[in-house]
């Protein structure tokens, strides 16, 4: 399930993580780093490189919810074999009148994170993070670490203990 990687406890690799991640990730416990291509960062490549599998990979994707002219941030952990559903379930769950996949630049400006390696792990106060069942139940999965040069493997329940973590089942039917 790690594939391929050397993994070393993350609070030992700060060097491997984006400055928001490594100023948080002595709350997630067990949390693993290893360092990697960061031409290999976007996870169908990642997983064939360093042999993990695609069910345990998941993504973190910023959303963009709209109310009332209001525009607010949130984040989604995926499993990487499925698709958020932005507009059914994160949507209605956020009582949203719009939510959409929060463009690049404002997602990279936000969380203080390099694009393909934004993590739950780090982000703004206040900012929900919406957990994936599957994700939750996970024994272990590989997420970002805020840079595009490195991974982090922790439990699914490190994942769904974060401040402003909720479990849902987010992925689409």
């Excluded at 949130?74 to 956020?94: E, P, S």
């Excluded at 997602?107 to 390099?114: F, N, Q």
């Excluded at 670490?145 to 490190?158: D, E, F, H, M, Q």
């Amino acid at each position: 399930m790690t594939g391929s990687l050397d993994w070393t406890a993350a609070v030992e690799r700060a060097d491997l993580l984006a400055a928001p991640v490594a100023d948080a990730i002595a709350g997630v416990p067990d949390a693993r780093a290893a360092e990697i291509d960061p031409e290999l960062a976007d996870t169908a490549a990642f997983c064939e490189r360093y042999e993990v599998p695609l069910e345990a990979s998941a993504n973190c994707v910023v959303v963009a919810a709209k109310r009332g002219g209001e525009v607010s941030y949130l984040a989604c952990m995926i499993l990487a074999t499925d698709r958020v559903d932005v507009n059914g379930v994160v949507r209605k769950h956020l009582g949203a009148r719009k939510a959409s996949f929060a463009p690049m630049a404002e997602a990279i400006s936000l969380t203080g994170m390099e694009y393909g390696g934004i993590t739950p792990v780090g982000l703004p106060a206040g900012w929900p993070i919406l957990v994936d069942e599957a994700v939750a139940a996970a024994p272990e999965v590989v997420i970002g670490s805020g840079l595009r040069r490195s991974k982090l493997l922790v439990p699914g329940k490190a994942l769904a203990a974060l401040p402003g973590a909720e479990v849902l089942a987010l992925a689409q039917t």
